[in-house]
């Protein structure tokens, strides 16, 4: 008999920038550089030149820690035996914590930070999870989360 799953979501952090309009953008200030470059040119201002580059370099540079920054997720999954949450950060690296569904608690406190943390605890023991996201998705999360431990709590043998 296959397991239930009552919850299984990835979070992921929030990028409005895509790829393609990342080259845009770079193709875009690509073109304004070379642009004042063939001006600075002219007007005999080669010194400028390198600092040209550099900002291009620089923007590169940002958007490149930006996009690896973007490959951090969370993996919460609930089924019939264990609640199991994995985070990988930016450099790949992967930490997992299991817990008995039925002594979870999950909650969001409001005072920890702007919008709340969702923490998930149990005998004691914590983790918070989804600090990336906004605070309506955090709450939402959050709600979904008890829900699917409740319908779990309902589909049990006996309950």
Known sequence: M???VYFDAVL???RSMTRRGLVIL???VITANMSLALRA???GGWPILPFLGLDVAALAGAFWLNTRAARMHERIVLDDRA???THVSPSGRSVGWTFEPAWVRVSVDEAARE???VTVT???KGVAVADFLTPRERRDMAAALNEALRRRARALPGA
């Open 12 to 14: 992921h952090p929030s």
């Open 26 to 28: 770079i193709c875009l």
């Open 115 to 117: 919008g709340g943390r």
């Open 83 to 85: 609640l199991t949450i």
């Open 2 to 4: 296959a397991e239930a």
């Open 41 to 43: 040119l002219s007007a």
């Open 122 to 124: 149990t005998h004691g």
